[in-house]
Nanobody, 123 residues
Framework: QVQLVESGGGLVQAGGSLRLSCAASGRTFSSYAMGWFRQAPGKEREFVAAISWSFGSTRYADSVKGRFTISRDNAKNTVYLQMNSLKPEDTAVYYC????????????????WGQGTQVTVSS
């Protein structure tokens, strides 16, 4: 099994920054990807960003390109999401997820999920 634990959420004013972390533990795989998703009240879970663990290649949702950066620390088995220029519409519960394959934008492509961390951006 794989355990994913997110941290770093909180309340921030519009224009501010937050950095989310997701620590992975448990079973390891030779090839996998880590992704960040978010879900606002009354909305479906949506893709934010993903990174290939082996090669470090990344992909982003159009809504966060240029503002958010996903990165990983192989030694710590941790993936980060640096969020800058935050907007009220970024308010959501943010989840990290692991996929035993290449990066993908669909939640149903991912095999393991964390519990989520709340991000609230005030106007």
């Amino acid at each position: 099994q794989v355990q994913l634990v997110e941290s770093g959420g909180g309340l921030v004013q519009a224009g501010g920054s937050l950095r989310l972390s997701c620590a992975a533990s448990g079973r390891t795989f030779s090839s996998y990807a880590m992704g960040w998703f978010r879900q606002a009240p009354g909305k479906e879970r949506e893709f934010v960003a993903a990174i290939s663990w082996s090669f470090g290649s990344t992909r982003y949702a159009d809504s966060v390109k240029g503002r958010f950066t996903i990165s990983r620390d192989n030694a710590k088995n941790t993936v980060y999401l640096q969020m800058n220029s935050l907007k009220p519409e970024d308010t959501a519960v943010y989840y990290c997820a692991l996929r035993r394959s290449v990066t993908g934008p669909r939640p149903d492509e991912y095999d393991y999920w964390g519990q989520g961390t709340q991000v609230t951006v005030s106007s």
